[in-house]
């Protein structure tokens, strides 16, 4: 069984468009997160939410619009998307914030902007 | 500066051979350290946490130095399947996030 699975995998898409990654986890944390990993390998937090409530929003453009519907699924919206957003986004749980707690990574979504 | 440091590497290695990564960090507040493991095209997963009294899994072993604000991996007998980039990651407290680096790549050979 996957512990935090994300939809689509890969998402090749044209300049201008909007497009949404969804991810479930089924380990019953409470806490997920939205990562970036840019072309030069460099994976940086993006948001981070707490039992459906928004605890960490990095500098971030607007463009980029979180989602929890509940605790279990954390979906990212992407509008007028660019060439910059080009990158793999991954998602990712953790048992609950507070204290560290190892953080599972799903199996990432492949972002292309032509 | 950046928070966390790594040399990209990569490192290549003949199967067999011990290699050690280091990594610094900026932020004398963090508290918690760990290596991840990414294997080309995959998801992060954690290798093991960092204490400060060093510690051992297997063919690895953790150090910190919390004084030079540095940790260390040292990877004993390579084998092929460790070949991967290696995350060195911190963390603060409370809501922070982690804070990785960018990794460090090995390679062993046959």
């Known amino acids: 069984d996957t512990a935090v699975s994300q939809t689509p995998k890969y998402l090749v898409t044209q300049m201008g468009n909007d497009k949404s990654i969804k991810c479930e986890q089924n380990l019953g944390h409470d806490t997920m997160y939205w990562y970036k990993q840019d072309s030069k390998k460099f994976l940086k937090i993006m948001f981070s939410y707490n039992n459906k409530e928004l605890i960490i929003n990095e500098t971030v453009p607007n463009r980029f619009s979180p989602k929890s519907p509940d605790k279990a699924h954390l979906n990212l919206h992407i509008n007028s998307l660019e060439l910059g957003d080009s990158a793999v986004y991954f998602c990712?749980?953790?048992?609950?914030?507070?204290?560290?707690?190892?953080?599972?990574f799903g199996p990432g979504t492949r972002l292309t902007v032509l | 500066r950046k928070e966390v440091e790594q040399d990209p590497g990569p490192f290549n290695v003949p199967e067999g051979a011990t290699v050690a990564f280091n990594c610094t960090y900026s932020?004398?507040?963090?508290?918690?350290f760990f290596w991840y493991r990414q294997d080309c095209r995959k998801e992060p997963k954690l290798l093991m946490s960092?204490?400060?009294s060093g510690n051992e899994d297997g063919r690895f072993t953790a150090q910190l130095n919390r004084a030079s604000q540095y940790i260390s991996l040292l990877i004993r007998d390579s084998k092929l399947s460790d070949s991967a980039t290696y995350l060195c990651v911190t963390w603060n407290s409370g809501n922070t996030p982690l804070v990785f680096g960018k990794g460090t790549r090995l390679s062993v050979i046959a």
């Open positions: 960092v204490y400060s």
């Open positions: 932020n004398s507040a963090s508290q918690s």
């Open positions: 990712a749980s953790s048992q609950d914030r507070g204290t560290y707690n190892e953080q599972f």
